[in-house]
């Protein structure tokens, strides 16, 4: 095809609200109900490529919410690259971030439609240009965040019965350190030995809680501890990661986003492992430069979530798929949250593990017509 057939004709962006299937409890709230934002991308050979970026609890997980990433998307991004040729996506990302600081979410959801656009365009997966598969399945971790022990274990249990996860994170940080560490310890005695078990703090603690709390949570069998701190203190990040030995892994979250970050906390030996999220980074491409990171450092990687629809979370796949195998499995278990879906078919689950999946683009069917349901401007809900 020549040129012109890639050139971007147009971009359209949308706000979805699809609830979950019961609450959602993290350190700083709880949340019922999920808005993406949809980004589609029109080329002038007729192909459409889907993006998605998605914020939890508005923006309650960092600066981000779905009405600042549908603002910086209509009246930033699109205008930027809209008439061009879509295929140069370094080029694209240098105008994104010439026209508007930050916004990495914004970004992400739309270099991801490009990518698919051009993947489609080309009948290929999108693994192929974002370096080649390496990986074909990743444990598939499940979140057990209901607030209530009892009900967190019964969850367990089905979810292990399905075979469909034996890798288990729990979200703490909202009730006393001393309440959380016995949560911790009643699961994991009901679980007893049979999955393994990981925290997500989400900043809640200073460095004074964590000193005192996270040998406590390693005793109860925690094995993998996720962003225990707040984001800016790497010091109190550094010092549980050097106290706690081999006994359990640090894993940053919320302080690493950009690849400046990553190449921080690695100089700083300051974590084990790198939480990877493609919206977090600004897109795939940033994804596997915060992945290179970590591979030259030594660091290890998770495949992160945001809790996206299929689309998002087979995006995420795709990239993932491509990295090393210094990993820690993933949680892409975002569409399984959520009472429905985007998409035709969902990635498939086996045996506890996510089947990565191939193409065309991220190799998922996007349903326009459960798009149209939950738009939130047809169905004139309000912000969370
Ligand atoms: C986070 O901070 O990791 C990922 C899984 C989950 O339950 O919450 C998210 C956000
Ligand atoms: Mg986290």
């Not at 981000?64 to 879509?86: F, K, M, R």
């Not at 969850?155 to 703490?172: N, P, V």
């Not at 925690?222 to 701190?229: C, D, K, R």
Request: aromatic share 6%.
């Amino acid at each position: 095809p020549d040129d012109a057939s890639w050139r971007i004709e147009r971009i359209h962006a949308r706000i979805v609200d699809i609830p979950t299937i019961r609450p959602h409890k993290f350190s700083f709230g709880a949340i019922n109900r999920q808005s993406p934002v949809i980004v589609q991308l029109w080329l002038a050979n007729g192909a459409c490529g889907f993006g998605e970026a998605a914020t939890i609890g508005g923006p309650s997980w960092n600066e981000e919410s779905p009405e600042t990433i549908l603002h910086a998307i209509q009246n930033y991004l699109a205008p930027a690259v809209n008439g061009a040729d879509a295929r140069r996506f370094a080029e694209h990302i240098n105008r994104f971030d010439a026209v508007c600081k930050g916004n990495a979410f914004a970004k992400s959801a739309v270099e991801m439609a490009l990518i698919d656009a051009v993947a489609r365009s080309l009948g290929v997966p999108a693994w192929q240009l974002l370096g080649g598969k390496r990986i074909e399945r990743l444990p598939l971790a499940w979140t057990l965040a209901s607030g209530d022990s009892q009900r967190d274990l019964e969850e367990a249990e089905q979810m292990m019965q399905a075979r469909r996860h034996r890798l288990f994170k729990l979200k703490i940080g909202a009730r006393s350190p001393a309440d959380d560490v016995a949560h911790v310890t009643r699961i994991a005695r009901g679980l007893d030995g049979r999955a393994d078990m990981t925290v997500d703090v989400n900043q809640a603690w200073d460095g004074n809680t964590a000193r005192r709390y996270l040998p406590q949570l390693v005793e109860a069998g925690v094995t993998l501890i996720e962003q225990p701190v707040a984001k800016w203190d790497v010091q109190a990040l550094r010092e549980a990661t050097q106290s706690l030995g081999s006994a359990a892994l640090i894993m940053a979250d919320e302080t690493v986003c950009s690849a400046q970050d990553a190449y921080m906390l690695a100089s700083q030996r300051a974590c084990h492992v790198f939480s990877l999220k493609v919206a977090k980074h600004g897109g795939l491409l940033r994804t596997r430069e915060v992945a290179a990171v970590a591979q030259a450092a030594g660091i290890g990687w998770y495949g992160g979530t945001m809790l996206e629809t299929s689309l998002g979370s087979a995006a995420s796949a795709h990239v993932f798929s491509t990295l090393s195998d210094q990993h820690h499995g993933c949680e892409l278990f975002g569409p399984q949250l959520l009472v429905d879906d985007i998409v035709e078919q969902p990635m498939a689950v086996r045996d506890y593990e996510l089947q990565l999946p191939d193409g065309p683009g991220f190799g998922v069917v996007v349903d326009e017509k459960r798009l149209e349901r939950f738009d939130r401007a047809r169905a004139g809900l309000t912000p969370t």
